[in-house]
């Protein structure tokens, strides 16, 4: 796989680190305890045939963290983001 | 018998008859021709008889003239250089080759195990199954060494491969699979429009069918035409022509795998060679033209020695020179027979008969291509002859029976594209009625197939489509385009293939799959017993496994399915190919990642200070770190890191920590982002104060510690343990990206930046203060326990120093740029000798923090949890932190769960090791009895006993009582007491000694 980072541009992906969905949000830790909540956003995972958002840092590279959308049948890359822009 | 007679023509060929090659099979001597493979090698010395089969072990020949031989597989090379499958097809010959044949007890022509023959029945589809399954313990000790022994593909070698390997990176705008006719054209066009082009060739030579035809393109020879336009291509700034290396599988995102075989073909490689290179090619174009398969035809008997593919058969006539028979019998059910039959002519091998189904046809060709011979419009129901062919049983339309000697049948069912590599990434291979093959289907993005490979058999057709695709690549990448070519060639009438029916009147086993072993008798019982999809059917057969990976199986398969079925072969969906299209070595895959080298060796800056010492090293995750600095008389590990343990409690020590992990952390926000990545409420911190730090997972599991110090108000230094430095820098760099993005900090990892050194014992002020800037108050006063702060040293350099105690003494932490860093410790050294002190190692350091009970890695092991190592008390009850949430799960505050105990031998000399299992005294050795096991251990000089820490069951409620620490492997099992995790001066006064 080829990802192009928008700071280094075109690289392989050995030079990422995947680190999961990027769709998760962390639960507000103001808001009172909800466990299923916290269950959900350590250990529950959609497997989405169509396109995936997810995290890949680029570790050996600008260390920046970005959100690719992928699709998961073809591994076709539909858009790469930074994550905190 | 024909050995001992040459089957060499007297010219032609690509052989050079200047150079000849001495080489052995099974111990004898013969000689062959540079340009020679084995195989035909072999075949011009008249060895006909090349291996045994895997599983009956029924004498085998060749077959095939490349890398889809399912049958003469060898063995080359010995000891860490043996390789076995190796096909002798695609074996390159050198000068003083040995090869060996395979599956065969105790020689080629008798073999022992062909009895197997016999249990066919037994051996059938599935065997492995039905016959091996009871009982369990017969596996290890009767059943697989007899399999083995019986049924194995060769052995493997048994000693370390003694060669060298690497991968490179290739990047280029078009890559072409293939130098065939299509292939060349191609790579011609794309060249000459400018792109950047590699053409990748599996052969030493280029040309492909051009070679192994006589065919003429534009008045010239087909050899010569491909000759011609490697040269070109070579010559061209921006094409390369890289031959011996086979493309082996296409990835995402057009990387492919390639590997060449760099001096597999020498007989005396230069020193320092590579043996194999990997090639990881990144292309924007690739475009396939890959050729096509030849099919052999379905009848008795047909995997006899004698029994060739008519392709083969011309290709070791033409490019080799040499007659694979003298007597022979072409059967075939298609116009190429016409070409075959011609060549064998030429060649002065008798053709005693032309066999072809096809009304009219078999007339038709022989009496075009002028070859006096019998034509029988019939099929081949049976091979004669056991060791080699003897002759050939047929049958014609009108019934009748014919017999004709023979000893080279030349068989051809058409031919099927080479889709393999369109198929990698998902794709599907199509039915091309017109061709009555599968072709290639969708493509992935940035593939096109051309030539044989898409359908197109003809030459005319491979050099424009080659051309065309070329150009058309070139041109998507903004190359202008070379205008169309229409090349002129020999007239060709390549024709649909067959639908490989077996004839009713076939006798003797009719093979299938040639490597495996798969019969039609074992297609049908698959059926029978309910595989009736093709997938189902090769893994209950194995049909299509193996080194040649159903390349000419596969379409036979498939069509006795389709005809047991009562379907047509189009209805079936062919088994998925998966790469490697051809074997490829572990060896190379691995490239230069071997041995030591499986990693890059990290050294911290005083290393070299470390080896002037004496020093014995240990890694630690990529570090080579100083285990311990034997003196004087000390014998081992043992001894020296006792004297170092004592030399710290008494005096000073000091020890190399500069492989922590270091991470300078700024901003407005520095502090409250790492309020957010520590679980202990760091950010409170004062300025010139440094802590303990814990970071955690997002499921409340410890994922390492350290320690964190703010040197100002917005700047602080983080250090993490030596092995998780890599993963924390992910975790800071992630965590601040995806959950604080909008505080104001920046994180840079400093781990190489920085040399530390810890420098512990009663003594350690004064060593400190030897080497720091004499200005620089270390007293009490000035810089307390947990003091952090910008120093220098006495020659000016920066440094900075921490008040820490891993150790329980009284100690410090000081770091200094990594140029000085050797310097440093050099000096650190020298004060600690004059203070009676002495560099200490790892194994010092472990033993003084299990006599203190501080947890590490081992503790550390991504099961435990704050609690469990009775961390807890440093949790922050009030702020939000990475984990916090998941901490109070019920589960993770169960007091049954394994938390953190010492443990001291009873006998002094009772050693505790590491995995070791705790068992109450007198309960039984099992699973059920197990209470939980060692982390890490050690000899404590201070305690005169052997130390540990553990994690078990209810370890708090178990103080006081005593254990069984059991390790059998090396039978080690010692009575311990369970002790706190803090052994040794548990208020901690030391510190402030
Ligand atoms: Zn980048």
Not at chain 2, 130 to 149: C, D, G, H, Q, V
Not at chain 2, 187 to 207: S, Y
Not at chain 2, 382 to 409: E, F, M, N, P, Y
Not at chain 2, 764 to 772: E, K, S
């Amino acid at each position: 796989m080829r990802l192009t980072c928008p700071h280094c541009g075109e690289r392989p992906h050995d030079e990422f680190a995947y680190r999961g969905d990027a769709t998760l949000r962390r639960p507000d830790p103001a808001a009172p305890a909800d466990p299923e909540a916290e269950h959900s956003f350590v250990y529950l995972r959609d497997n989405p045939v169509a396109g995936h958002r997810e995290h890949w840092l680029h570790a050996f590279g600008c260390r920046t963290l970005l959100v690719v959308t992928r699709d998961p049948a073809t591994h076709a890359i539909r858009s790469i983001e930074l994550a905190a822009p | 018998m024909t050995a001992g007679r040459s089957f060499r023509l007297a010219s032609g060929g690509l052989v050079a008859r200047d150079a000849p090659l001495r080489f052995s099979f099974d111990g004898a001597d013969y000689e062959g021709l540079a340009g020679d493979t084995l195989a035909s090698a072999l075949l011009a010395n008249g060895v006909r008889l090349a291996g045994r089969s895997f599983k009956y072990h029924r004498p085998r020949g060749i077959v095939a003239a490349g890398s889809e031989e399912p049958n003469a597989l060898v063995e080359l090379g010995a000891v860490g250089r043996r390789e076995p499958d190796t096909r002798a097809t695609t074996a390159e010959l050198f000068d003083g080759l040995s090869a060996r044949s395979q599956n065969r007890w105790p020689s080629l022509r008798f073999d022992a195990m062909a009895v197997n023959s016999l249990f066919a029945p037994l051996l059938g589809a599935g065997f492995y199954y039905k016959t091996f399954m009871w009982p369990a313990s017969f596996w290890e000790r009767l059943y697989e060494p007899l399999i083995r022994r019986a049924a194995g593909l060769g052995r493997i070698a048994e000693a370390r491969d003694p060669d060298r390997y690497e991968t490179v990176h290739d990047h280029c705008d078009v890559l072409v699979v293939g130098a065939g006719p299509a292939g060349i054209a191609a790579a011609l066009a794309a060249a000459r429009a400018g792109a950047k082009t590699i053409l990748v060739e599996e052969d030493f030579v280029a040309g492909g069918r051009l070679v192994a035809d006589r065919r003429e393109i534009d008045g010239v020879g087909g050899a010569e035409f491909a000759r011609a336009a490697q040269a070109e291509l070579a010559g061209l700034p921006n094409a390369r022509v890289l031959v011996r290396t086979a493309l082996f599988g296409a990835y995402d995102h057009g990387e492919y795998g390639a590997v060449e075989r760099v001096t597999d073909h020498l007989a005396d490689p230069p020193p320092f060679a590579v043996r194999q290179r990997l090639r990881r090619i990144f292309a924007k174009r690739c475009i396939v033209a890959a050729g096509a398969i030849e099919r052999p035809l379905p009848f008795g008997d047909n995997d006899r020695p004698g029994v060739m593919l008519a392709g083969a058969v011309r290709a070791y006539l033409n490019r080799y020179a040499v007659t694979p028979g003298t007597r022979a019998v072409v059967f075939a059910d298609n116009d190429d027979a016409a070409r075959t039959l011609a060549d064998l002519a030429l060649a002065g091998v008798e053709v005693a008969a032309h066999v072809d189904p096809r009304p009219g046809a078999a007339a038709r060709l022989t009496a075009a291509s002028g070859v006096a011979t019998r034509a029988i419009e019939g099929v081949v129901t049976r091979a004669l002859g056991r060791l080699a062919v003897t002759g050939a049983a047929s049958v014609d339309a009108a019934g009748a029976a014919w017999r004709v000697d023979c000893d080279l049948i030349a068989v051809s069912g058409g031919w099927t594209p080479s889709a393999h590599l369109t198929t990698h990434l998902g794709g599907k291979p199509a039915w091309r009625e017109d061709i009555g093959a599968f072709a290639p289907g969708a493509l992935p993005p940035g593939m096109a197939v051309a030539g044989a490979a898409a359908g197109d058999f003809g030459l005319a057709d491979a050099l424009t489509g080659g051309w065309a695709a070329g150009a058309r690549a070139a041109q998507d990448l903004g190359f202008a385009p070379p205008p169309p070519r229409e090349p002129k060639v020999d007239p060709d009438a390549p024709a649909r293939a067959s639908t490989l029916r077996v004839h009713p009147g076939a006798r003797g086993k009719v093979f299938v799959d040639l490597q495996n072993d798969v019969t039609t008798g074992d297609v049908a019982l698959a059926r029978r017993e309910g595989f009736r999809r093709p997938e189902h059917l090769k893994r209950y057969t194995t049909l299509g496994m193996a080194t040649d990976q159903g390349k000419t199986s596969g379409p036979l398969g498939l069509a006795e399915l389709a005809a047991l079925e009562g379907r047509e072969v189009s209805d079936l969906a062919p088994t998925t190919w998966r790469p490697p299209f051809t074997p490829v070595a572990i060896g190379a895959l691995a490239g230069a990642h071997v041995g030591p080298d499986l990693q890059p060796t990290r050294l911290p800056p005083a290393h070299a200070v470390a080896v002037e010492m004496g020093a014995v090293f240990v890694p630690a995750g990529p570090w080579l770190r100083a285990q311990y600095y034997p003196q004087g008389a000390e014998s081992g590990w043992l001894e020296a890191a006792d004297a170092e343990v004592r030399a710290v409690r008494a005096a000073a020590g000091v020890c190399d920590v500069s492989t922590l992990g270091k991470f300078e952390v700024a901003g407005a926000d520095a502090a409250a982002f790492l309020d957010f990545a520590f679980a202990n409420p760091v950010g409170a911190l004062a300025p010139g104060r440094v802590r303990y730090g814990l970071l955690l997972r997002d499921d409340g599991m410890a994922m390492d510690d350290g320690t964190v110090a703010r040197l100002a108000p917005h700047r602080f230094v983080v250090t993490s343990s030596s092995v998780g430095g890599p993963a924390a820098h992910l975790h800071f760099d992630f965590q601040r990206q995806a959950r604080k993005p909008d505080l104001d900090v920046r994180i840079e990892n400093v781990t190489s930046q920085w040399a530390q050194f810890s420098v512990a014992g009663p003594r350690a002020r004064d060593a400190i203060a030897r080497v720091l800037d004499p200005a620089f108050d270390v007293s009490d006063a000035a810089f307390p326990y947990l003091a952090a702060g910008e120093a220098r040293l006495a020659g000016g350099e920066p440094a900075r120093l921490f008040r820490l105690s891993y150790s329980g003494e009284r100690a410090y932490e000081i770091a200094t740029p990594a140029q000085w860093g050797a310097g440093l410790f050099r000096a650190l050294v020298a004060a600690c000798e004059e203070l009676g002190g002495r560099a200490y190692g790892l194994e010092a350091l472990n033993v003084m923090r299990i006599e203190k009970g501080h947890v590490a890695g081992s503790e550390i092991d991504g099961r435990t949890t704050p609690r469990d190592l009775g961390l807890d008390k440093f949790v922050a009850k009030k702020k939000d932190f990475v984990g916090r949430a998941m901490l109070s799960r019920p589960t993770l505050l169960d007091p049954a769960r394994p938390s953190l105990v010492g443990l001291r031998s009873v006998e002094p000399d009772a050693r505790i090791v590491a995995g070791a299992h705790l068992l109450a005294e007198g309960a039984p050795f099992d699973a059920r009895h197990d209470l939980g096991h060692v982390t890490t251990f050690g000899h404590s000089p201070t305690l005169g006993r052997w130390i540990a820490l553990a994690l078990v069951k209810d370890g708090a409620a178990r103080i006081g009582t005593r254990l069984r620490a059991v390790e059998p492997l090396r039978g080690h099992d010692a009575l311990c007491e369970v002790v706190a995790p803090a052994q040794f001066d548990p208020e901690g006064s030391r510190l402030h000694g």
